[in-house]
């Protein structure tokens, strides 16, 4: 295409002088374009388009650990801290507590032998993922250059309104969501985003792409400021109803093996009419 174009642009300031050379008008080149697409039908592209994961997925091309990063310093006040504004801040970083729910969830890590065979860290870049990924790496052995931070993908659910409230409120969040996965909180105008679960399960699906285009049979360890992250992730890879994340919920610094074809038993859904194979469409 580009040749094309610059073949034109020439051939505008100056005529060909090879009388076998023609010019290619507007309409001939459209012509060219149509026939080329008709060469392959749409069903085509995305069968073979790696980039372009459907949830759930039918495979996985990597090995993939589920981190929520321990408790923050917001947390440990008992405050909702969603903010991205915010993510990078000291403030938002490991309490105490958190520290140690992280050096336990690396240890897990390590008794999983999940990094046995070398692994990726994928941290959100919220100062509490990306400590958790630092603490995890240490205990496991791997190399600072195998994290990578997340800029946007992983960032906590933006929770509006709710942001600066006790963390008790976020119980209302949730059952907002068990009525429609694209409820959002109510807005607030200091630059907090107001998040429904479709939303989030936009951006982590988008991660999940980046993830299986980039590697082939590694292991990816993701860490996450929050739960609904994971929650969402997980059931939207498991076909499980989005509206029911929130009983998948992780507690700081717990760790799972994603396993793509159950639900741990104690969480399994009451019966198939809870099973979502088309997310977020579930309804």
């Known amino acids: 295409m580009l040749t ?13 002088t090879t009388p076998n050379l023609q010019l290619i ?13 008709s060469s392959f039908s749409v069903s ?36 909702i801290n969603t903010n991205p504004v915010a993510k990078t801040s000291v403030d938002s970083g490991l309490s105490d507590k958190g520290k140690n729910q992280t050096l336990k969830s690396a240890l897990e890590l390590k008794a999983m032998g999940a990094c046995e065979r070398n692994c990726w860290i994928w941290p959100s870049i919220t ?34 309104a709710y ?25 607030i105008d200091d630059g907090t985003p107001n998040e429904s679960v479709a939303d989030v399960f936009v951006r982590v699906t988008q991660l999940m792409s980046i993830l299986e285009t980039q590697y ?16 969402i992730l997980q059931a939207g890879l498991v076909g499980l109803d989005l509206r029911r994340h ?12 994603v396993d793509p074809s159950s639900i741990p038993t104690y969480k399994q859904p009451a019966s198939a009419v809870y099973k979502c194979l088309n997310p977020p469409n579930c309804n």
């Open 127 to 160: 100062q509490r993922a990306y400590q958790a990924a630092e603490i995890i790496a240490a205990v496991n052995g791997v190399s600072r250059s195998y994290i990578v931070p997340e800029y946007s993908f992983l960032d906590a659910r933006g929770l509006g």
């Open 216 to 231: 082939s049979e590694d292991t990816v360890i993701i860490v996450s400021p929050d739960s609904d992250n994971l929650t």
């Open 4 to 16: 094309i174009t610059t073949a034109s642009a020439s051939a505008s300031i100056s005529p060909p």
């Open 25 to 37: 008008n507007r309409r001939h080149l459209l012509l060219l374009t149509s026939l080329s697409l």
């Open 163 to 187: 942001e600066g409230k006790e963390l008790e409120a976020i119980s209302q969040v949730y059952e907002s969501d068990s009525i429609s996965s694209t409820i959002k909180p109510p807005p």
């Open 44 to 79: 085509d592209s995305v069968a073979t388009a790696r980039g372009l994961l459907q949830m759930p997925p039918p495979r996985l091309t990597n090995r993939y650990f589920l981190v929520r990063a321990g408790e923050s310093q917001y947390e440990s006040l008992g405050i």
């Open 246 to 257: 929130s009983e998948l919920s992780f507690g700081p610094g717990e760790v799972r093996y």
